[in-house]
């Protein structure tokens, strides 16, 4: 799953060539965001983008997270990164997170 702080058109994807695109995250609070990503385990890479419809305000972000959850640890999250209007799209690796 991916909260961000994102608030315009984005999406995302993973590095499946039989995954589609999602553009149907869930707003978990005005300004998170949450992906489901079915089979996470089998995941390598996951793909985050703008749509290019909506930019940030200026000097602003978005930030990346997986959340993954752990016997142990219960819910973990973890910053992969983030983008920007200069910077928007970015590939993260997960396969060696879970």
């Keep these: ?16 060539l039989s995954m589609n695109v999602q553009t149907d995250p869930r707003q978990v609070a005005g300004d ?3 992906f489901n990503l079915p089979d996470y385990e089998n995941v390598n890479h996951v793909v985050v983008f703008m749509l290019g419809t909506v930019p940030f305000p200026a ?3 978005g930030a990346v997270y997986f959340s993954f959850p752990d016997p142990v640890a219960g819910q973990v999250w973890q910053l992969l990164g983030f983008i920007t209007n200069d910077k928007p799209s970015a590939i993260f690796k997960i396969s060696q997170m879970v």
Excluded at 1 to 16: I, K, L, Q, S, V
């Design 1 to 16: 799953m991916f909260p961000t702080t994102m608030t315009g058109p984005w999406t995302c994807t993973h590095a499946w």
């Design 32 to 34: 998170k965001f949450v």
């Design 59 to 61: 000097g602003m972000g």
